[in-house]
């Protein structure tokens, strides 16, 4: 008896055992399973036409060819033309070889007297584990295993044209860094994924070692171009040496593009966290040393209309620690492959010349006299470094495309906090009407435009229809009545793994987090707006200075810096720039040298001054926790689990209503922005472990000032709950 199979199951079970072995093959017989089973695939909705501007669409709208053919098309990318073909093992018979790690082994053994085999063989044991695999056959696998899944869940993939072409040509002759954004797992499969599609090099990437004990996932990213290091490796200098040289040759040789996430991790909270220089300062040392005449770095943002992780992302942030990365945890998230998840758009910035960019800062002849086993940075180069990754980090998000949906989430936070303004007005149990909701998204949709932030708003529809759409793609977390009044839909209360939050408090802020991550991806086109209507809108007199203005603009900012992206030297430029916007909006209005505040407290700026209210009102809850408990030292985890339970309290009473507080990254980075005021000091103990010191009058000084901006309950109120829980927080503690 003969049995037809289909191509696509041949496919997957060829490209398995060619490419990874009879290990894969098992793991892809069940992806084929389920892709190939019956049900048909999603087709692209009219919202997602072919082509938008400069993007264009590559997942739906090829020319009459299947996904088979299509990941077994001719593959022709660009190569660098001073590449010296290798194998992926050459790579790391190359780095064993080199100076620096030959100097390396030495010293070590001179210092602490272990055998040089013994090191040699730790250092061949660390590039194994380390090193990548790329082949085509695990790129091509990918390219239609993805293609399958991928036009099950998503509308349509977007990338933008305007700079691929220039970006093929710059990988002929320089070696090129890929930096996009990192805001979900996806995001290093998508580029990939990307590159086979557009023609362009598939790029080598850093990815974290715990993906490797996926049974057989982790060999297929390895072959897919992943190369592993260990999330921290402190003081290990055999181990940092490696690294170094392993990113360095793949630099100097232009193997492949380099791949790697500036932040160091995902955002959780879906905004862009403080720049990571370990991976860039080693790419950039070949530069430096004159080794290559020049670098390109490519900036790129990558947006979601629905994360695939929303709720994870929610319940981490709340201190439920994240599912270990394991194939059968894969295997078991497969019914995401029966949702909607909108549109994902993918876009390359301009590349930036490092050669340009440094001209006037660095003197790479500082090098020429030092041994090349040396491996430093000059002042110079470190400050350089520092000012490319924020600029790379701010190139990002202003290539960020929104959707809709961060506009509807923005509002619906506001409407669910009480006193809060049009739509906002309405209690929660009352839920939004559709026509007013609109018409709140169609205002914000024009402030978003009006001070430079980009959307996917499709053309020809109205805003009505547009609402309608989005709603439907995030109808786990809303519905729409007959009556057309949307809801938050209710969260089951969750047993909670955190002893600060009661089930019904992990349940409300999950729904409340969850929104708060799509608001999160618009605020860095507000910030500097925000930053000036809070001081607008909490102002008692008649009108304010620009003098007084730009003094607590930039208290916010040094305060705020760990929660949002800041060039220091820019203060006067973006006060200026924000202020000219604000008043060509009419959003404030100024005579003279003041800001007349009652005509300035308006629609726009009240708005925009509850969107960053959170934030502060979490920094004073802090504040007022560290003031009231009389301690030497903390630690930063005590501090932050003390004041989260603090504001569960706070909450639970009513005092507080805003639940995104509850997030420890937000308390993290509260606490490292008091660090970096001098409300906190960094010492290190009698133990010798590091730990914070308090200093209660620079912390009542913050506190007063961020009461003088955002309503916040009194000090007796909070001092009164602090001294209810001390006892079972000092416990705890």
Same mark, same amino acid.
């Given at each position: 008896?003969i049995? /037809?199979?289909?191509?696509?199951k041949?496919?997957?079970?060829?490209?398995?055992?060619?490419?990874?072995?009879?290990?894969?093959?098992?793991?892809?017989?069940?992806?084929?399973?389920?892709?190939?089973?019956?049900?048909?695939?999603?087709?692209?909705?009219?919202?997602?036409?072919?082509?938008?501007?400069?993007?264009?669409?590559?997942?739906?709208?090829?020319? %009459?060819?299947?996904d088979?053919?299509?990941?077994?098309?001719?593959?022709?990318?660009?190569?660098?033309?001073?590449?010296?073909?290798?194998?992926?093992?050459?790579?790391?018979?190359?780095?064993?070889?080199?100076?620096?790690?030959?100097?390396?082994?030495?010293?070590?053994?001179?210092?602490?007297?272990?055998?040089?085999?013994?090191?040699?063989?730790?250092?061949?044991?660390?590039?194994?584990?380390?090193?990548?695999?790329? +082949?085509?056959?695990?790129?091509?696998?990918?390219?239609?295993?993805?293609?399958?899944?991928?036009?099950?869940?998503?509308?349509?993939?977007?990338?933008?044209?305007?700079h691929?072409?220039?970006l093929?040509?710059?990988?002929?002759?320089?070696?090129? @860094?890929?930096?996009?954004?990192?805001?979900?797992?996806?995001?290093?499969?998508?580029m990939?994924?990307?590159?086979f599609?557009?023609?362009?090099?598939?790029?080598?990437?850093?990815? +974290?070692?715990?993906?490797?004990?996926?049974?057989?996932? +982790?060999?297929?990213?390895?072959?897919?171009?992943?190369?592993?290091?260990?999330r921290?490796?402190?003081?290990?200098?055999?181990?940092?040496?490696?690294?170094?040289?392993?990113?360095?040759? @793949?630099?100097?040789?232009?193997?492949?593009?380099?791949?790697?996430?500036?932040?160091?991790?995902?955002?959780?909270a879906?905004k862009?966290?403080?720049?990571?220089?370990?991976?860039?300062?080693?790419?950039?040392?070949p530069?430096?040393?004159?080794?290559?005449?020049?670098?390109?770095?490519?900036?790129? +943002?990558?947006?979601?209309?629905?994360? *695939?992780?929303?709720?994870?992302?929610?319940?981490?942030?709340?201190?439920?620690?994240?599912?270990?990365?394991?194939?059968?945890?894969?295997?078991?998230?497969?019914?995401?492959?029966?949702?909607?998840?909108?549109?994902?758009?993918?876009?390359?910035?301009?590349?930036?010349?490092?050669?340009?960019?440094?001209?006037?800062?660095?003197?790479?002849?500082?090098?020429?006299?030092?041994?090349?086993?040396?491996?430093?940075?000059?002042?110079?180069?470190? /400050?350089?470094?520092?000012?490319?990754?924020?600029?790379?980090?701010?190139?990002?998000?202003?290539?960020?495309?929104?959707?809709?949906?961060?506009?509807?989430?923005?509002?619906?936070?506001?409407?669910?906090?009480?006193?809060?303004?049009?739509?906002?007005e309405?209690?929660?149990? =009352?839920?939004?009407?559709?026509?007013?909701?609109?018409?709140?998204?169609?205002?914000?949709?024009?402030?978003?435009?009006?001070?430079g932030?980009?959307?996917?708003?499709?053309g020809?529809?109205?805003? =009505?229809?547009?609402?309608?759409?989005?709603?439907?793609?995030?109808?786990?977390?809303?519905?729409?009545?007959?009556?057309?009044?949307?809801? @938050?839909k209710?969260v089951?209360?969750?047993?909670?793994k !955190? /002893?600060?939050?009661?089930?019904?408090?992990m349940a409300?802020?999950?729904?409340?987090?969850?929104?708060?991550?799509?608001?999160?991806? *618009?605020?860095?086109?507000f %910030?500097?707006?925000?930053?000036?209507?809070?001081?607008?809108?909490?102002?008692?007199?008649? =009108?304010?200075?620009?003098?007084?203005?730009?003094?607590?603009?930039?208290?916010?900012?040094?305060?705020?810096?760990?929660?949002?992206?800041?060039?220091?030297?820019?203060?006067?430029?973006?006060?200026?720039?924000?202020? @000219?916007?604000?008043?060509?909006?009419?959003?404030?209005?100024?005579?003279?040298?003041?800001?007349?505040?009652?005509?300035?407290?308006?629609?726009?700026?009240?708005?925009?001054?509850?969107?960053?209210?959170?934030?502060?009102?979490?920094?004073?809850?802090?504040?007022?926790?560290?003031?009231?408990?009389?301690?030497?030292?903390?630690?930063?985890?005590?501090?932050?689990?003390?004041?989260?339970?603090?504001?569960?309290?706070?909450?639970?009473?009513?005092?507080?209503?805003?639940?995104e507080?509850?997030?420890?990254?937000?308390?993290?980075?509260?606490?490292?922005? *008091?660090?970096?005021?001098?409300?906190?000091?960094?010492?290190?103990?009698? !133990?010798?472990?590091p730990?914070?010191?308090?200093?209660?009058?620079?912390?009542?000084?913050?506190?007063? =000032?961020?009461?003088?901006?955002?309503?916040?309950?009194?000090?007796?109120?909070?001092?009164?709950?602090?001294?209810?829980?001390?006892?079972?927080?000092?416990?705890?503690?």
């Amino acid at each position: 008896m003969i049995r /037809a199979i289909p191509s696509s199951k041949f496919f997957l079970h060829v490209c398995a055992k060619q490419s990874a072995g009879w290990v894969l093959g098992d793991f892809c017989r069940l992806v084929a399973l389920q892709l190939c089973s019956s049900g048909s695939i999603r087709r692209a909705m009219s919202f997602s036409p072919k082509r938008k501007g400069t993007y264009e669409e590559i997942l739906h709208h090829r020319s %009459q060819q299947s996904d088979v053919g299509w990941s077994l098309r001719s593959y022709t990318p660009p190569q660098y033309r001073y590449c010296s073909p290798r194998r992926p093992i050459d790579v790391g018979t190359a780095v064993l070889a080199s100076p620096i790690i030959r100097h390396t082994v030495l010293q070590l053994s001179e210092e602490d007297g272990s055998s040089v085999e013994r090191l040699e063989q730790e250092a061949e044991a660390i590039v194994k584990e380390m090193g990548h695999d790329l +082949g085509m056959g695990a790129i091509r696998l990918f390219a239609f295993v993805l293609s399958k899944a991928w036009r099950r869940i998503y509308k349509a993939i977007y990338v933008n044209s305007e700079h691929l072409t220039k970006l093929q040509g710059l990988c002929k002759d320089y070696p090129v @860094l890929l930096l996009p954004s990192h805001r979900s797992y996806m995001d290093f499969l998508l580029m990939s994924y990307v590159c086979f599609a557009v023609n362009l090099p598939v790029p080598v990437i850093t990815a +974290g070692a715990d993906f490797m004990s996926m049974k057989g996932v +982790g060999s297929l990213l390895r072959k897919s171009g992943a190369f592993f290091i260990r999330r921290q490796f402190g003081s290990d200098k055999l181990y940092w040496a490696i690294f170094t040289e392993y990113v360095q040759s @793949l630099v100097r040789n232009g193997d492949a593009p380099v791949e790697f996430f500036l932040e160091g991790t995902r955002s959780r909270a879906q905004k862009s966290m403080g720049p990571k220089l370990g991976c860039l300062s080693a790419a950039l040392e070949p530069y430096f040393k004159g080794e290559v005449a020049d670098i390109y770095v490519v900036p790129i +943002g990558i947006s979601y209309d629905r994360l *695939l992780e929303e709720t994870l992302y929610a319940y981490e942030l709340l201190g439920v620690p994240k599912p270990k990365e394991s194939t059968s945890g894969l295997l078991k998230a497969r019914h995401v492959l029966s949702g909607d998840y909108g549109n994902i758009h993918v876009s390359f910035n301009a590349p930036i010349s490092v050669h340009e960019y440094f001209r006037a800062g660095v003197d790479r002849s500082v090098h020429a006299t030092l041994p090349r086993y040396m491996s430093s940075h000059s002042v110079e180069e470190v /400050a350089c470094t520092q000012s490319l990754a924020v600029d790379v980090l701010l190139q990002q998000q202003k290539a960020i495309v929104l959707s809709p949906w961060s506009l509807v989430a923005a509002i619906l936070l506001q409407h669910s906090q009480p006193g809060g303004m049009g739509v906002a007005e309405r209690s929660q149990l =009352e839920g939004v009407g559709v026509a007013e909701l609109a018409e709140e998204v169609h205002w914000l949709k024009l402030q978003l435009e009006n001070f430079g932030g980009r959307i996917n708003w499709p053309g020809g529809y109205t805003t =009505e229809a547009i609402l309608m759409d989005t709603l439907t793609v995030h109808s786990d977390l809303v519905s729409v009545s007959n009556e057309n009044r949307v809801y @938050l839909k209710h969260v089951d209360d969750v047993k909670s793994k !955190n /002893a600060a939050l009661d089930p019904v408090t992990m349940a409300t802020a999950v729904r409340h987090l969850t929104l708060a991550l799509y608001r999160n991806q *618009l605020l860095h086109v507000f %910030q500097n707006l925000g930053l000036v209507a809070l001081v607008v809108t909490g102002s008692q007199e008649n =009108e304010i200075s620009l003098e007084d203005l730009y003094k607590k603009f930039m208290f916010l900012r040094n305060l705020l810096c760990k929660d949002f992206i800041f060039r220091p030297c820019d203060v006067e430029k973006d006060f200026n720039g924000v202020l @000219l916007g604000m008043k060509h909006t009419n959003a404030i209005v100024q005579e003279n040298n003041h800001i007349l505040v009652a005509p300035s407290v308006n629609k726009c700026t009240v708005f925009m001054s509850r969107m960053f209210e959170p934030f502060l009102v979490a920094y004073w809850v802090l504040c007022q926790f560290l003031l009231t408990h009389n301690r030497a030292s903390w630690k930063i985890r005590d501090i932050i689990e003390g004041t989260q339970g603090l504001e569960a309290a706070m909450l639970n009473h009513g005092m507080l209503h805003h639940y995104e507080i509850l997030s420890l990254e937000l308390l993290s980075n509260a606490v490292n922005g *008091l660090i970096h005021c001098g409300a906190i000091c960094r010492e290190k103990a009698a !133990n010798g472990n590091p730990s914070l010191l308090a200093k209660p009058f620079e912390l009542s000084k913050v506190a007063t =000032e961020i009461a003088s901006m955002v309503t916040v309950p009194t000090c007796d109120d909070a001092a009164a709950y602090v001294k209810i829980l001390a006892v079972p927080l000092s416990a705890k503690l």
